[in-house]
Each structure stands twice: as C-alpha cells, then as structure tokens.
C-alpha cells in the first residue's frame, strides 16, 4: 500500500539578531553582547555593516569607484567581527553582510528580517554623558522589534534586569521581554515604578503622601500579578519611587547589567518616534538599554 502524498517539511526561516559593526570598541561591545542573546535564545546572529558612500558622490555627480574603493575595508571588519563573535560563542551560526547606505537606514531595514536589533553605544559632539550616537537615535523607537544600545555594565551591577513600568498596558511588552531574559539567564528582575504627586489647582487638599503611595502600590501590585505568576522561577521585587521617571530609572541602571524600557508613540503618525523617557534613557543611562515597542505601534508599523 503506498504511503498517502505529504508536503515535504519545511523548516521554518528563524529571523537573526542583527548587530550593526564600524569596528569601534563599541562596536565589539555590541558584537560580543549580540553573540551572548542569541546564543541564550537559541538564534542566528548575522553581523552587518554599512558602507556609505562618500558625501560629495551623488547620483547626478558620481565618484567612480567609491563603493568598491570602501568595499574591501567593510569586509575586513565584518572578518574580524565574525571572529570575535565565534570565539565568543563556538558553534554560533553567524553570517555577514555587507550593505550599502546610511548606517541607520540600513539597520532600520535590516530590522524588517530580524528578531532584534544590536548597535554600540558612541559619544555625540563631545558633551559628557550624552551616551547615544546618531545611529541609535535613528533606530530605536523607529523599528518594530527590540533594539539594544550596548554600553559596559557598571562595575557593581548586580545579577539583575531593570524594567520601567507605568501601570499601563503599553508596559507590557517590555516587561515581558525584562522577564524572558532574566529567565534565560537566571537574573531577577527589579520593576521601576515612580510616580509623583499631582500638582494641585484650585484650593490645595491636603493629602496624606503616604496613603498616595501604598495606593499607588497596592495596584501596581495587581497589576503584576499576572506576569509574576506567569514566571514563578524569576525573582522580582518592585521599587515605588517617588521621581520623575527618567531619574529613577537612569539611577537603577547603576546597578543592573541591562535597562528595559518600552518606547510610546502618540498616534500612527508619531508610532516611530522616541518618547522623552526613552530617549533621556538610553543618553544618560550607566549599562545597556533595551527598547521595546508596544503591540500597538507594531501593528501601526505594519499598516494593520
């Protein structure tokens, strides 16, 4: 009896972590960070870097040559970052990609193909603190799936992941993907939750702050209840800090090996841009930041 006609199986096409190279520090920071999530989360790793062409080489005036002139010297960094990621995680499936354009736009395009998205973190016009390059700026909050800007954790970080939450649905997909990587690498997780006291108009009430606060907690608590049912093996504890958001957030990332944040857009038309905590955020922060977008503004990014 002859066996009935199956369709061959197929496996399914697994998107990589995307990590930008320049072949900075930095850059092999990010390399090196890269390497270790996907190797925690069982995914490919290719490794991109973008060639651009010189400023004054526009179409209607070309340079000949140029792209093949920057070509080789693309390559030998990819070389050397392929290296680095295989000596970082033996048995790793890494892949290379020389692409040209703007660096942003082409991880912005990379993103389309990719589980997430990793770049190094570099100084911008020489002001103390200001921790984002341009690059970052224009693909954080831009693309659909996480991006990390890697910088060196802090020397007393603690085994812990920091997560900012507002009580609000938008905050879930970062706290689920605060939660994941704890998991996967048997860190806890410390829930950043600040409030302040409304300014009040009109006659002033007196309030009780402390009353403000155990109320703000007490639905915090309800409010993550859920997740922490949900991972039972990763131990959290949860901060009600009375500041403003970007302050208690870049302060608990002095002591964390990453921050993760959620990025809000306002409408469909401003879904990819950064809001202002995200931004201050990932500038000032003391160790890698993940940005996560909300389920929302993936299904705007989509045109859904």
Not at 1 to 25: C, K, L, R, Y
Not at 165 to 191: K, M, N, Q, T
Not at 224 to 248: C, F
Request: aromatic share 4%; net charge negative; with cysteine.
């Amino acid at each position: 009896m002859t066996e009935p006609f199956s369709d061959p199986v197929v496996d399914p096409v697994v998107d990589p972590v995307v990590v930008g190279t320049d072949g900075s520090a930095g850059a092999i920071r990010a390399v090196e960070w890269a390497a270790d999530h996907a190797g925690l989360r069982g995914l490919p790793l290719r490794v991109v870097h973008a060639v651009e062409r010189l400023p004054y080489d526009v179409p209607r005036y070309p340079i000949p040559d140029s792209y093949d002139r920057l070509a080789p010297s693309g390559r030998q960094l990819l070389d050397h970052a392929e290296r680095v990621a295989r000596d970082r995680r033996p048995g790793l499936d890494v892949t290379t990609e020389l692409a040209e354009g703007r660096p942003g736009r082409v991880l912005r395009d990379q993103a389309a193909r990719a589980a997430e998205v990793v770049l190094g973190s570099h100084g911008a016009g020489g002001f103390p603190g200001m921790l984002l390059g341009s690059v970052g700026n224009q693909v954080a909050g831009h693309v659909a799936v996480p991006v990390v800007v890697v910088r060196p954790a802090p020397p007393e970080a603690l085994a812990e992941i920091v997560v900012g939450f507002d009580c609000s649905e938008a905050s879930g997909p970062a706290l689920a993907y605060a939660f994941d990587e704890a998991r996967l690498r048997g860190h806890r997780v410390r829930i950043v939750c600040a409030w302040e006291p409304p300014v009040p108009y009109g006659p002033v009430i007196a309030t009780d702050l402390d009353d403000m606060r155990r109320a703000a907690e007490d639905y915090a608590r309800g409010e993550l209840q859920p997740w922490q049912g949900g991972y039972a093996e990763v131990k959290t504890e949860l901060d009600m800090i009375r500041a403003h958001p970007v302050s208690a957030l870049i302060e608990a990332s002095s002591r964390a090996v990453l921050l993760v944040v959620g990025s809000h857009g306002r409408n469909a038309f401003t879904a990819a841009v950064l809001g202002s905590v995200s931004r201050a955020v990932l500038a000032h922060a003391h160790c890698p930041v993940a940005v996560v977008r909300g389920a929302r503004l993936r299904e705007a990014a989509a045109g859904r």
